[in-house]
């Protein structure tokens, strides 16, 4: 009876062993949390199980190259490559995003600046906070956001240009290609453009 007791006890404690290492397993895909400082909670956390493998894999690759650094910016630019070269106009299926260090007066309408709306979106890659600015922050309130952005940002970090990259992301494919330069006419692009057919009326 004891021994039967105890093959049982045995097997429970296994059990829960085997469950504990599997929702380890699955957290590995989970969304990161930020630390309870600084506060974000204005912010919008986006979900990092949603994106692209490859996109995560290039952006950790680039911020390993500044430990110190604690927050990042990825835009989008509105632009993309058709035909080696580079347009904003219609979408030809992949966009063209600029991946830096986040860096003192980003979003205050300078002359280094990116614009004058802070973002409202983030993410947390490895760590480190990714904010991600959008059109949709020109109607979001100004003030507590750039207290959000401002706390992850040093006073001595400052726009570097070499410190940035400019990432081609393919549309309905896990295909991320860093730009070696954006007016590099000489890149092709990595998904053929959509030829349209001139409409003919039919002859009556």
């Known amino acids: 009876m004891e021994k039967s007791t105890g093959k049982c006890a045995l097997r429970m404690l296994l059990s829960l062993v085997l469950t504990a290492l599997l929702f380890t397993g699955c957290g590995s895909g989970r969304t990161e949390k930020p630390s309870a400082s600084p506060d974000l909670s204005p912010l919008t956390l986006m979900d990092t199980a949603q994106m692209r493998p490859s996109l995560l894999r290039t952006m950790r690759k680039f911020m390993a190259q500044f430990p110190v650094r604690k927050a990042f910016i990825l835009d989008c630019t509105y632009l993309y490559k058709y035909e080696g070269m580079l347009s ?117």
């Not at 995003?97 to 983030?122: H, T």
């Not at 059109?135 to 750039?146: A, I």
């Open 88 to 204: 904003n106009g219609v979408d030809i299926h992949n966009d063209i995003f600029r991946f830096q260090p986040a860096y003192q007066s980003a979003f205050d309408g300078g002359e280094w600046s990116m614009g004058d709306c802070y973002p409202s979106r983030y993410f947390v890659l490895d760590g480190k906070v990714v904010f991600v600015p959008s059109r949709s922050d020109g109607f979001m309130r100004q003030e507590v956001l750039k207290q959000a952005y401002e706390s992850m940002v040093g006073e001595d970090d400052s726009f570097s240009y070499p410190n940035m990259r400019y990432l081609l992301v393919v549309h309905g494919k896990d295909s991320v290609q860093v730009l070696p330069d954006l007016e590099d006419d000489a890149i092709e692009p990595i998904v053929a453009p959509v030829h349209r057919v001139k409409f003919e009326p039919p002859t009556p």
